[in-house]
C-alpha cells in the first residue's frame, strides 16, 4: 500500500532540487544531493526540465525505486515545466507520490533517434548493421512501452492511450495530469 502523502508535506521544501537538461550531469547532481540528504523522513525531489536522455532519468528512478523499497518515503514535484525525460523520470514515483506545482506542463512523447546507416562492403555486413539498427529500435520501444506501462499505473489512462497520443508530443497541463490521475495534487 502506498502511504499518503499531505501537500503541507511537500511544501515544506524539497531536499532535492533538479534544473535543467537530464544528462550525466544533472545525474550527478541528483547522487551529489541525494547524498546530502538527510537519512530519515520523507524525501522530496523537486524537478524542472525540457528533457534529455531517457537512460539517465531511467537510472535515476530505479535509484528512487530501490529506496523506496528500502522503506523510505519519496515524492516527485514537479515545477514549470516535465518534459520528455522527466516525464520518465516522474513515472518512476507511485501516483500517490507525484505533485506538480500551479501551471505546470507535462510532456510525454516517444523516444526519438538520429541515426545514420552508411552500407559499404559485402552484402552480409549490410545486412548485419540493418538488423542491428533495427534490434536497437525493437528494444528502444519495449523500453518505451515499459515506461509508459509505469507511467499509468492506477491512473484513469491506458497504455494504448499513451502510444496513440505520444507520437504527436503529448502537452499536459498540471490540471489536466490531475483530472487522469497522473498525478495526485497540484499545490
Known sequence: MTEQISTDQILAA???????????A????????LHAAPKDGMLVVA???????????????????LMRDAGRTIAFLGKAVVYSAGATFMAGFPVAHRFMTE????????RQITKTINLSGP??????????????????????????????????VSV?????RAPDNWYL????????????EVI
Open 160 to 164: 494504448e492511450d499513451v502510444q496513440k
Open 123 to 156: 552484402l552480409k555486413s549490410c545486412t548485419a548493421q540493418l538488423k542491428a539498427a533495427l534490434n536497437e529500435i525493437e528494444h528502444s520501444i519495449k523500453i518505451e512501452d515499459e515506461g509508459f506501462r509505469q507511467m499509468v499505473e492506477s491512473s484513469k
Open 103 to 110: 501551471n505546470t506542463s507535462l510532456l510525454i512523447h516517444e
Open 26 to 33: 544533472m545525474y550527478a547532481e541528483f547522487r551529489n544531493q
Open 14 to 24: 524539497p531536499q532535492l532540487r533538479l534544473m535543467g537538461s537530464v544528462d550525466e
Open 47 to 65: 524537478i524542472t526540465t525540457l528533457g534529455g536522455n531517457p537512460e539517465v532519468a531511467r537510472a535515476m528512478a530505479d535509484d528512487i525505486r
Open 173 to 184: 497541463p498540471c490540471e489536466k495530469a490531475k483530472e487522469l490521475g497522473l498525478i495526485a
